[in-house]
């Protein structure tokens, strides 16, 4: 059991269902396999969150391994927040003013 305590914030929701609707119209069920894989490595990070690199400052990035995606998280004391879900191809600068 993790002694940590992760939160996903609107943001990341967000970004979370507007990619599940676009995969699953590519392709029926694929938007399925994306949230299984985003909820594989969710489980990681809350394992251990540390293992994952920073990126920026105290920002630390998990990646998917099938689909272009970056998990963006920071730990602060015994929290996980998580604020991004983002496909690689998007301008980091929008996942950067989240943090402002």
Request: hydrophobic share 45%; glycine share 4%.
């Amino acid at each position: 059991m993790s002694r940590y305590k992760l939160i996903i914030n609107p943001f990341a929701e967000k970004d979370l269902q507007i990619s599940i609707d676009w995969y699953n119209h590519q392709k029926e069920n694929l938007g399925n396999d994306f949230i299984f894989e985003v909820e594989n490595i969710l489980q990681k990070i809350l394992y251990n969150p540390l293992q994952f690199p920073k990126v920026k400052g105290k920002i630390r990035r998990a990646v998917l391994k099938r689909f272009p995606f970056g998990i963006y998280y920071f730990v602060k004391k015994d929290i996980i927040n998580v604020f991004a879900i983002f496909h690689f191809s998007r301008n980091p600068m929008i996942w950067n003013r989240r943090m402002k």
